[in-house]
């Protein structure tokens, strides 16, 4: 026996601590769908599950009131500089206050270094999913213009509708429209940045915004 068919052999796990198991590794509970089936039942479970986070929501009735929203969050924040991924929703929202529209870079229309994300106080962005069971927002690298958008500044703001709420994770990664686009990797966020890894103290913002905020629209 070679030195190589040695280690192999000492790295093979011995068959008397090989299970057996039919159950996924993973906790199938969040990947299942929510036992809540009607949109406002959705709507209550994840508003539920996104506050107990520290997430802000509102739900809005119009793309104006859905202005009025962005408007009080941007007095909310130290700094003037506010930078908002270009998507149909957003167009959409700023076309009812224009004067809104003004006090947003356009990332589409802005060449930044990473380290300059960290600048603006807001980085708005739409999301594709929002999950019921675990109040958490799906977020393709397509939609959210690099991740940077959404990690770097210290708020940050995501629009979305009541249609693009879905009853768990399996229901979001198994859409079409998911899978669709060209796009290298999705994120899920659940609540603002965290970490409790220092003497069991939960930090909000460690790894990324200290905010995290929700817009809901009705469709």
Request: net charge negative; hydrophobic share 40%; with cysteine.
């Amino acid at each position: 026996m070679s030195s190589r068919d040695r280690i192999l052999q000492n790295l093979q796990v011995p068959n008397s601590l090989k299970k057996e198991s039919s159950q996924p590794f993973q906790d199938s509970s969040i990947y299942s769908d929510y036992p809540e089936k009607t949109k406002e039942e959705l709507i209550e479970a994840f508003r539920a599950h996104f506050l107990a986070l520290n997430g802000e929501f509102f739900h809005v009735r119009s793309k104006e009131e859905a202005a009025e929203r962005v408007a009080e969050l941007l007095h909310s924040v130290e700094g003037n500089r506010y930078l908002v991924d270009s998507n149909p929703l957003c167009r959409d929202i700023f076309s009812s206050v224009p004067e809104l529209e003004k006090q947003f870079d356009d990332i589409t229309k802005t060449s930044l270094e990473a380290m300059e994300f960290a600048e603006y106080s807001i980085g708005l962005t739409s999301a594709d999913f929002l999950v019921a069971r675990t109040g958490s927002i799906v977020l393709r690298s397509s939609i959210a213009a690099g991740r940077r958008l959404s990690v770097l500044p210290p708020l940050h703001i995501v629009v979305a509708t009541v249609e693009q709420i879905v009853p768990s994770l399996d229901a979001a990664l198994q859409n079409s429209e998911f899978r669709n686009g060209e796009w290298s990797y999705g994120t899920i966020i659940t609540g603002p940045s965290r970490t409790s890894d220092i003497e069991k103290i939960l930090v909000l913002g460690a790894h990324g915004p200290k905010r995290l905020a929700l817009i809901l629209l009705d469709a």
